[in-house]
Each structure stands twice: as C-alpha cells, then as structure tokens.
C-alpha cells in the first residue's frame, strides 16, 4: 500500500539540490507516487541607505532571473522524468509559494532541502523551516552538507 500519491519537489538548484532531487524521486517510486516540482524565484527588495526606502528589483533583472530558473526547472523535469504540466516556476516568497501550490494541487509530500541552521540564521528564517510550520501535508526535510 503506497503512503503518498503526490510528492512535491521543492527545487532550490543548489549544489547539494541533487540529492534532495534523488530522494525525492525515489520516494515517488517507492510508493507508486506522481512527482512534481517547483522553484520560487525570491521575489528579494535590493537595499542601499542611500536611496531611502527600499527598492524592488528592476523588472528586467526579474524577467531575466525567471528565464534562467524557466530553463533549469526544465532541465530538471527531464533528467527526473517530469512532464512540464507538473513542474511550477513562482515568484514571491518562497516559503508561501511552496506552500500554496502543494495545497492548489493535492501534495501529501513535500520534500525540501534543510541546512539546519541555528542561531541568528534560523531565527532569520529557511525556507524549510517555512514551509514545515505552514505546510498541512507531511515534509520530508532532506539535510544538506555545508561547505
């Protein structure tokens, strides 16, 4: 009997991404499971004191970082055998994009990759850590080596 249906990877395109990739994939195998991907491209606000309030990121430099994240999202879905109708490119935030689109599409998994920060950097917060407080189906948070 499988245990999940869906599993969402959560493509971060690091390094590291490709276990969390494999482990992703496997446990789709394992239990008979459609898998799916997503990629949020960070929708970040670029600061300088100089200019006062903070500035979003200029259009072009957001169409060009899409394109980009577009063409590696792809290459992913093929290399995992992922048609392109499950495969989402968002921007935003990405712990609240990660979110919504396992809710919008019945995700009883969602796999993420973690690198277990503590201190300042969790209370800064991860995207894994995120997504596990606001996630309402299970996340796996595959741990990541740091350099």
């Not at 459609?34 to 200019?51: E, G, K, R």
Request: net charge negative; glycine share 6%; hydrophobic share 45%.
């Amino acid at each position: 009997m499988s245990i999940y249906r869906h599993v969402l990877l959560a493509a971060d395109f690091s390094e590291h991404g490709k276990e969390v990739a494999r482990r992703a994939k496997q446990l789709a195998e394992l239990n008979q499971a459609q898998l799916s991907l997503v990629h949020v491209v960070d929708n970040l606000p670029i600061t300088d004191a100089s200019y006062g309030p903070i500035i979003p990121f200029d259009v072009d430099l957001t169409e060009e970082l899409m394109a980009a994240a577009k063409k590696r999202l792809a290459e992913l879905g093929e290399e995992l055998g992922v048609p392109a109708e499950r495969q989402w490119l968002e921007i935003g935030s990405p712990k609240l994009e990660v979110v919504r689109i396992a809710e919008e599409n019945a995700v009883d998994l969602l796999v993420i990759g973690s690198h277990g920060r503590h201190g300042l950097a969790l209370l800064l917060g991860s995207t894994a850590n995120g997504v596990l407080h606001y996630a309402k189906c299970d996340v796996l948070a595959v741990r990541l080596k740091d350099d």
